[in-house]
Structure formats: C-alpha cells, structure tokens
C-alpha cells in the first residue's frame, strides 16, 4: 500500500552529520507512525526515531536523544532523519518504515508496529 525509498546515506567522520530522507509513495493518514531503524552487524534491529503524521509527537532511542532529529514534510509526503554529532556506533544501515495500523506512542519503537520498509540506506561513521 505504501512504498518507501530512502536516500541520503554516506560516509562520514565521527562529530559529522547526515540527513537522510524517506520519499512515501501511498496514502499516509494522520494518526499514523512513520519512523526510523537501523541494523548493523552482529546486532539487532533497533528502533531510531519516530513520529506521529499530522500531530508532531516523536520518539527516540536514548542511544540518539539529543543529537537525532525526525521530522516529515507534508507536502512532499516525505520523512527526514537529521543526525548530528554521529558516532563510530552510529553506523548501520537505515530503513524508514510506516504504520498504516493505530497504536499508543508507547509502541512507536518496536519493529512489528510497522506494515511498510524501505530498502535501506547505508550510514559509515569513522572514528
């Protein structure tokens, strides 16, 4: 229902920043979550940022609070990711996600909230 393309990923020094941006193809409603994970190797999947369509709410992980930034542009029906101050355990791949399902904010982490990925963008931080 809803495809997602993710760009804007690179390499960078540690103390460098990002953005990355999240192109939504599909009808998103207000209400509903879009947001940010990362997977790097040996590791899990982590919830980055998240944020409510049309209400503003977000979320982050504590290991970014701080120095990540998510915001949406309506008008272009796209999803931002800044990261500032990056760190060597910032790197990973990114993927952009959104739910098309309600949830309470307290769930706006959790991977199996989320109907539609991206393919991923790949974020290199050298120390």
């Known amino acids: 229902q809803v495809t997602l393309v993710e760009s804007g990923g690179g390499a960078v020094q540690a103390g460098g920043s990002l953005r990355l941006s999240c192109a939504a193809s599909g009808y998103i409603r207000s209400g509903n979550y879009m947001a940010w994970f990362r997977e790097a190797p040996g590791k899990g999947r982590e919830g980055v940022a998240a944020?409510?369509?049309?209400?503003?709410?977000?979320y982050f992980a504590d290991s970014v609070k701080g120095r990540f930034t998510i915001s949406q542009d309506n008008a272009k029906n796209t999803l931002y990711l800044q990261m500032n101050s990056l760190k060597a355990e910032d790197t990973a791949m990114y993927y952009c996600?959104?739910?098309?399902?309600?949830?309470?904010?307290?769930?706006?982490?959790?991977?199996?909230?989320?109907?539609?990925w991206g393919q991923g963008t790949q974020v290199t931080v050298s120390s």
């Open positions: 944020i409510r369509t049309g209400f503003g709410n977000t």
């Open positions: 996600a959104a739910a098309l399902r309600y949830f309470a904010g307290w769930g706006a982490l959790f991977s199996d909230r989320y109907d539609s």
